[in-house]
């Protein structure tokens, strides 16, 4: 409701101008967007732009917590953010290995913050504070979105898969850890387009990724790679639960009706698998090639089946 105006007389100019009382016009601020506190990852190895929203007691870190990273640098419970009633931000750290900075100073025990204050965790991330209404948070989370999924399916996009990738190999060789790749792509998925359309191709890459991503971990990463290709990085997985998951994909897709516009379309895939103990020299294009010999493999016995090996490379 409109706040009642009183009219007040201007003795020189006779004319009329508007004023509100302070109680209606504090019944206007109250509608005035509130905001909130943000955490957003504004450098690092890991979910830069990323935003994540301050509660009551907010615990960041490497390990199960609330906001979690995936930065080795971090301790499992690095720091802890907190709201107080007035929605003063306060910092503390946790007893970190390395330490927590806001603006450059090194804190020690409980710290105030304010917006825009840069926080400094573990060897590389940064998080700045930002206070947000939900109107700019929205559009902040859908540049996020729109900087690492694909436009399309939903799918992570070939540079997020790639940075992942990265840190992923990182990982399992320092840490002598197993890491898996799948690929996988539409079989005879021309025929899709030819025979059905464009917008049912389209429709059967959305679809695939719905399906698939259901059979999935949740620490599972899948990515678009191009055009109907798509991968999958599975960490701290040797060769056999690797293809036994590859092969839940292929029933997954197998099984489901893909139906555009009153069309039933055949969909199945092939699946490439490789797994490796990476070595420091490791590289991702290594993982890929041979990934993408078992996809080649795969389609020569006759295609919507699974070829999978394992490897030591990079030595």
Same mark, same amino acid.
Request: glycine fraction near 8%; aromatic fraction near 4%; charge should be negative.
């Given at each position: 409701m409109a706040a009642a105006l009183d009219p007040i007389e201007?003795?020189?100019?006779?004319?009329? $101008?508007?004023v509100a009382s302070r109680a209606e016009l504090g019944d206007v601020r109250a509608l005035r967007p509130v905001a909130r506190p943000f955490?957003?990852? /504004?450098?690092?190895?890991?979910?830069?732009?990323r935003t994540f929203k301050i509660e009551r007691a907010t615990v960041v870190g490497r390990g199960e917590v609330d906001f979690s990273l995936d930065e080795e640098g971090l301790s499992r419970r690095h720091a802890r953010f907190e709201v107080d009633a007035r929605g003063q931000v306060a910092i503390e750290d946790l007893g970190s290995t390395n330490g927590t900075f806001v603006n450059g100073e090194r804190i020690v025990g409980r710290r105030a913050l304010r917006d825009g204050?840069?926080?400094?965790i573990g060897t590389a991330t940064i998080l700045k504070l930002a206070f947000h209404d939900e109107l700019q948070e929205s559009i902040q989370r859908r540049l996020y979105e729109q900087a690492t999924r694909d436009g399309l399916t939903g799918a992570h996009n070939k540079r997020a898969f790639g940075d992942a990738m990265g840190k992923e190999l990182a990982f399992a060789a320092r840490h002598r850890r197993p890491l898996a790749l799948v690929i996988f792509d539409g079989d005879h998925f021309k025929r899709v387009n030819d025979g059905f359309g464009h917008a049912a191709g389209d429709? %059967?890459?959305?679809?695939? %990724?719905? %399906? $698939? $991503?259901a059979a999935l971990r949740k620490e599972d990463l899948l990515a678009r790679w191009g055009g109907e290709e798509f991968a999958v990085l599975?960490?701290?997985?040797?060769?056999?639960?690797a293809q036994a998951c590859a092969e839940r994909l292929r029933v997954a897709v197998e099984r489901h009706a893909f139906v555009h516009q009153g069309r039933t379309i055949p969909v199945t895939i092939s699946l490439g698998v490789v797994?490796?103990?990476?070595?420091?020299?490791? $590289?991702? @294009? @290594?993982?890929?090639?041979? /990934?993408?010999?078992?996809?080649?493999?795969a389609k020569e016995q006759g295609r919507n089946c699974v070829? /999978?090996?394992?490897?030591a490379i990079g030595e």
């Open positions: 201007d003795d020189d100019e006779g004319e009329c $101008t508007l955490l957003l990852v /504004a450098g690092g190895r890991d979910s830069v732009g204050d840069r926080i400094e429709y %059967v890459l959305a679809t695939l %990724v719905k %399906v $698939t $991503t599975l960490r701290d997985t040797g060769v056999v639960p797994a490796a103990v990476p070595s420091k020299a490791t $590289t991702a @294009q @290594q993982l890929f090639e041979l /990934a993408d010999r078992c996809l080649y493999r070829v /999978a090996t394992e490897h």
